[in-house]
C-alpha cells in the first residue's frame, strides 16, 4: 500500500546538477526516516544521504558539500540535489522510505530506481 516513484535522474557531464525527486503515496500513517541509497555495476548498494527520526540530516564522506537532502513533509517527497557531479557518482539511486500503516508496524520501502550517469 506504500509506494515510492523517483524522478530526476538522467545523463549529465562532470561538473554539472541533478535533482532527484522521491514521493511516497498510500495509506501511509507516519514515515520514520527517508533517504537516498545508490548502487553501481559490480559494487554494494550504498547509502547516500538519509534523515533520520531526529530530522538530522546523514551525509557519506564523498558526497559532503556537493549533494544536499531535503524534504516536503506536506508531499512526502524527499530530494536530492546534487552539484558538482563526478563520474564515481555513476549509480542507480533508490529512494528508501521507513513507513508505517499503523502505530505498531514499520516497514521498509523502495523507489523503482533512477540512473544518473555523468559522463563527457
Known amino acids: 500500500q506504500v509506494q515510492l516513484v523517483e524522478s530526476g535522474g538522467g545523463l549529465v557531464q562532470p561538473g554539472g546538477s541533478l535533482r532527484l525527486s522521491c514521493a511516497a503515496s498510500?495509506?501511509?500513517?507516519?514515515?520514520?526516516?527517508m533517504g537516498w541509497y545508490r548502487q553501481a555495476p559490480g559494487k554494494e548498494r550504498e547509502l547516500v544521504a538519509a534523515?533520520?527520526?531526529?530530522?538530522?540530516?546523514y551525509y557519506r564522506d564523498s558526497v559532503k558539500g556537493r549533494f544536499t537532502i531535503s524534504r516536503d513533509n506536506a508531499k512526502n517527497t524527499v530530494y536530492l540535489q546534487m552539484n558538482s557531479l563526478k563520474p564515481e557518482d555513476t549509480a542507480v539511486y533508490y529512494c528508501?522510505?521507513?513507513?508505517?500503516?499503523?502505530?505498531?508496524?514499520?516497514?521498509?520501502?523502495w523507489g523503482q530506481g533512477t540512473q544518473v550517469t555523468v559522463s563527457s
Open positions: 498510500g495509506s501511509i500513517f507516519s514515515i520514520n526516516a
Open positions: 528508501n522510505v521507513q513507513a508505517s500503516l499503523s502505530a505498531y508496524d514499520f516497514d521498509e520501502y
Open positions: 534523515f533520520t527520526s531526529g530530522g538530522k540530516p
